[in-house]
C-alpha cells in the first residue's frame, strides 16, 4: 500500500515539475510582452497652468505624426510654432505648443460678492476750441526791425505754421494790400488752429534782406489769436543810408577845407604886411 502511495507521488511530483517551469516561464514572457511606456506610445498632453498645451518630441515622431496625434492640420502646426522651418524639422526633446486649453488644475473658482452698481457720471465733453495766428511781414524801410507807420505790408513772400508735434501744417503768400476801414498793412491769417506749439517761418522775397529771425517759436491757446509780424529791408535800401551818409560826410569835409584855405590866405597876406618895411624919407633932398 505504501508503495502504491509513493509510487503516484512520485508520478504527481515527476508531472507536476514541467508544469510549474511552463507555468512560471508564461509568467515571465507575460511580463515581457506587456506594454510598459515606451516611445512611441502617445499620451494626450495636459495643459499647463498658462493653459498652453505643449507636446515634447520623442524618437521617431515627425510632424506628420504629430499632426494626426492632436488632429491639427500643417499650416496650424506651423501657426503656433513660427519657429519650425520651411522642412518641418524636429528632434527629440524639442517642446511643441499644440494649441491653448484651460488650465491643468483650475479649482472651482468661489463666488463673491456681487458688486454693487454705481450711478455712472457723465462723460466729460472735450473741449475742441481753436485759436487764430496773423502773420505780417512788413518791408522795414529803416531796417530798425521794428514798424514805423510808413512801413506797409510786402507782397511775394511766404508764411508757414506748422505744428511742433504734427497734425497741422499750412502756408499762405504774403501781401501788400491795406485795410480801407483801419488804414493797417493786412495781415496773412490762419484760422480754426488747434492750441499748442507751433513754428512760425517767413521766405523773404527776391531782392530783400531779413531784418528779423525768420522763424518764431509760438505756443497758442483756445480762444487766442495772435499776431506776428517780420520784417525784410530792400537790398537797394541798405546801400542808400551808407552812400548818402557819404556824401554828406564829403560835403562837410569839403565846406571845413574851404574855410581853413581862406583863413590860412588871409593869415598869410597878414603877416605879409607886418613885414613890409616902412618908407623912407630923404630929409636931405627936402632942404
Known amino acids: 500500500m505504501n508503495l502504491v ?18 507555468f512560471l516561464f508564461g509568467l515571465s514572457f507575460s511580463a515581457q510582452a506587456s506594454p510598459s511606456p515606451q516611445i512611441g506610445e502617445f499620451q ?50 524639442q517642446k511643441l505648443l499644440m494649441g491653448i486649453g484651460g488650465p491643468a488644475a483650475a479649482g472651482t473658482p468661489t463666488p463673491g460678492p456681487s458688486p454693487t452698481p454705481t450711478q455712472p457720471l457723465p462723460t466729460p465733453t472735450p473741449f475742441t476750441g481753436t485759436t487764430e495766428i496773423c ?10 526791425a521794428l514798424r ?29 494790400e491795406l485795410d480801407l476801414d483801419t488804414g493797417e498793412p493786412v495781415s496773412v491769417c490762419f484760422a480754426d488752429v488747434p492750441e499748442g506749439e507751433y513754428n ?20 497758442v491757446q483756445a480762444g487766442d489769436r495772435a499776431f506776428v509780424d517780420f520784417g525784410a529791408q530792400s537790398q537797394t535800401s541798405t546801400a542808400d543810408p551808407v552812400g548818402d551818409e557819404g556824401n554828406g560826410s564829403s560835403g562837410l569835409l569839403g565846406v571845413l577845407g574851404a574855410v581853413l584855405l581862406l583863413g590860412g590866405l588871409g593869415l598869410g597876406w597878414y ?16 632942404n
Open 5 to 22: 502511495i509513493n509510487m503516484k507521488t512520485k508520478t504527481i511530483l515527476l508531472f507536476s515539475i514541467p508544469l510549474i517551469f511552463v
Open 44 to 93: 494626450t498632453p495636459t495643459p499647463g497652468a498658462d493653459g498652453r498645451i505643449i507636446y515634447t518630441v520623442r524618437e521617431g515622431d515627425s510632424c506628420t505624426r504629430i499632426e494626426l496625434l492632436h488632429s491639427i492640420s500643417n499650416d496650424q502646426l506651423r501657426a503656433l510654432n513660427p519657429e519650425l522651418d520651411e522642412n518641418c524639422t524636429i528632434y527629440p526633446g
Open 135 to 144: 502773420v505780417l511781414l512788413f518791408e522795414d524801410i529803416n531796417g530798425d
Open 148 to 176: 514805423q507807420e510808413a512801413e506797409l505790408g510786402l507782397a511775394g513772400g511766404a508764411v508757414s505754421v506748422t505744428n511742433a508735434k504734427g497734425g497741422y501744417s499750412q502756408t499762405q503768400n504774403t501781401t501788400g
Open 200 to 219: 512760425i517761418s517767413v521766405a523773404i522775397p527776391d531782392g530783400y534782406n531779413p531784418t528779423i529771425e525768420v522763424s518764431y517759436k509760438l505756443e
Open 271 to 286: 603877416a605879409m604886411r607886418l613885414r613890409k618895411p616902412a618908407k623912407k624919407f630923404d630929409t636931405k633932398g627936402l
